[in-house]
């Protein structure tokens, strides 16, 4: 009875929850990393974007998207925005007996070891920049001769929603944004923000070939499958896996735009009215 | 006794509402032109922006901003957000008692007085111009002959907000945009999101002195004060107007970026939580 017990808990999906379209570079390195595992997916895309949110909305919408990928019985939540994650992912953590990962520490830790002059690059939301998380991941790690450099990006993520990933505008925003970084002669950029991915080959070519720009969807990926695997979580079913998205605003757009990020990944997409689950998850929230 | 309810109904405030900051310009176009008005603001600015959210979500948003500013005792309600208003002002103009204002059909009326070859662009989120609205509010009053183009311009919100309204990228993403409004020549073009005013002498370089640029705050200002002339609904107090804000997200960063479109207007801003809003606002709603 218990291994059969153990059998089900392990075979439930993994929740992920972004802001929007944005986390689905995650979905796209968790079947890289750990093929064999199911994903539910949330799209808060009725509140899109956290970035310019304050901390205590961005808060609330987390729990309630939590909430909603419990209810929908995930055995690991992913905090896959870097917004959600700067304000909210270790309260998650604290509050939640499922574990749940976030995409700063794994960028975090990839930086550093992968930094020679130990000078960081960090772009990402003005939510997220403020924050100071990423600053703070990093100089633990680092220690007191290392320098982070944040830079807010705010333009970055309507730019990818347009479509201009390789567009000569988007080029000219990211010289400008990328100038002081430039100046101060990082080797590696922190790409905090999971919208950033697509940007990989301008942003490398307006930083030329010596600089590390590492992906936290990656890292993200990478952590997930240790955590799975040091706490028996790995699915075992030799069934293929199943890949469900929700979203909060309509689940047509999200199919469109999606497929830029996941391609044919996305099949059904449903509607869920968040709102619906702030009340349940007061229950689980520390006072 | 009648006609001191009737002088305290008129002395109540204008309500105003938009997804965010884009109001603003007509909180300024109303200050000018119906200078004793007091005025209620309510900025949506934890769900901004509406302009890429389905119409089902807008207008859930509508009624629930509509209802918070008639709880606070709105005499007229102005649907400051073309979005908003192409999803939900029709409805709210059907459910509600008080008059309802939105932004297209001034917009539309004066871009056809001020059209002589009948070509009449406009510019708006793509939500907006997805609607269709500002295609039938022209159609209509243009008849038969008169051509609309309509452009969506989804970087045009971001940009403003970045405080990029005269930068370089600005003037390339509106070439861009424009490109196939000055290749069919029109003569009116027309601002369809209230962010847009704010880029006004850009868009006149661009275009060239000789097209007219419809300003919908300026002409929805003008459509209020005939409104509250026609209904004996203008305020009769000689105290000074007040100016009164409320937001969803954080009352700190909206005065922040508020200033950049109202000046020193924005004192005391709230925070109001808006999704309480909801329910209430169902029982005014058609089944």
Not at 175 to 194: A, F, M, Q, W
Request: with cysteine.
């Amino acid at each position: 009875m218990t291994s059969m017990r153990a059998a089900v808990e392990r075979d439930r999906p993994i929740g992920v929850f972004d802001s929007g379209f944005g986390g689905l570079t995650v979905v796209n390195a968790l079947r890289q990393r750990v093929p064999n595992e199911s994903v539910l997916y949330f799209g808060d895309t009725a509140r899109v974007p956290y970035g310019s949110k304050s901390p205590a909305n961005v808060r609330r919408f987390s729990r309630e998207a939590a909430q909603f990928l419990l209810s929908r019985d995930a055995k690991l939540i992913v905090v896959a925005c870097n917004t959600a994650t700067a304000h909210a992912a270790a309260e998650l953590a604290a509050e939640l007996t499922v574990p749940v990962v976030g995409v700063i520490e794994p960028g975090a830790t990839a930086a550093v070891a992968a930094t020679r002059s130990g000078r960081i690059g960090v772009l990402g939301t003005a939510g997220t920049i403020g924050s100071g998380a990423y600053d703070l991941a990093v100089r633990r790690r680092l220690g007191e001769p290392g320098r982070v450099y944040a830079q807010p990006c705010p333009l970055f993520v309507p730019l990818v929603e347009e479509g201009w990933t390789d567009h000569a505008v988007t080029m000219r925003v990211a010289e400008e944004y990328l100038r002081p970084l430039k100046e101060v002669d990082v080797d590696v950029i922190i790409l905090g923000c999971t919208h950033y991915p697509l940007l990989s080959p301008l942003l490398q070519e307006v930083m030329g070939p010596d600089v590390t720009l590492v992906d936290s969807a990656e890292e993200t990926a990478r952590a997930v499958e240790g955590i799975l695997s040091e706490l028996g979580l790995e699915r075992s079913a030799d069934t293929p896996p199943s890949f469900t998205f929700f979203v909060s605003d309509s689940p047509h757009r999200f199919r469109e735009v999606g497929r830029r990020f996941v391609g044919d990944l996305i099949g059904a997409v449903s509607h869920v009215d968040i709102d619906g689950f702030g009340q349940h998850m007061q229950r689980l929230a520390s006072p």
